[in-house]
């Protein structure tokens, strides 16, 4: 999906995602990792409340992310360049500070 942001326009990069989102529904398995490509489709693409807003639940949920095959970790945020575009955010600079037990 991040791909087609370079190609397409952003509107239809953000339906695309969205709609994996919608297909996923309820799968606590898979629908985790649609939502982290949408938050990463939304970063990359400006929107980044909403990426940053999605954030908190992914960080908390158990799920084989289609990217990093782990879930997202405040260390993989601070260390992944897909998420630079929202380091200025003071809620993400939150959400890279604090550590799970």
Not at 1 to 8: D, G
Not at 13 to 28: I, K, M, S, W
Not at 30 to 59: F, W
Not at 90 to 95: C, E, G, I, V, Y
């Amino acid at each position: 999906m991040v791909v087609l942001a370079f190609f397409c326009s952003i509107r239809s990069v953000l339906r695309e995602a969205n709609r994996a989102v919608e297909l996923e529904g309820d799968d606590t398995y898979y629908a985790p990792a649609a939502e982290e490509g949408l938050a990463i489709v939304e970063a990359q693409t400006g929107e980044t409340a909403s990426a940053v807003a999605r954030l908190p639940k992914l960080l908390d949920a158990h799920y084989f992310s289609w990217l990093s095959f782990a879930p997202l970790t405040p260390a993989l945020l601070r260390i992944d360049p897909v998420w630079d575009p929202l380091r200025s955010d003071p809620q993400f600079q939150k959400l890279i500070r604090e550590e799970k037990p």
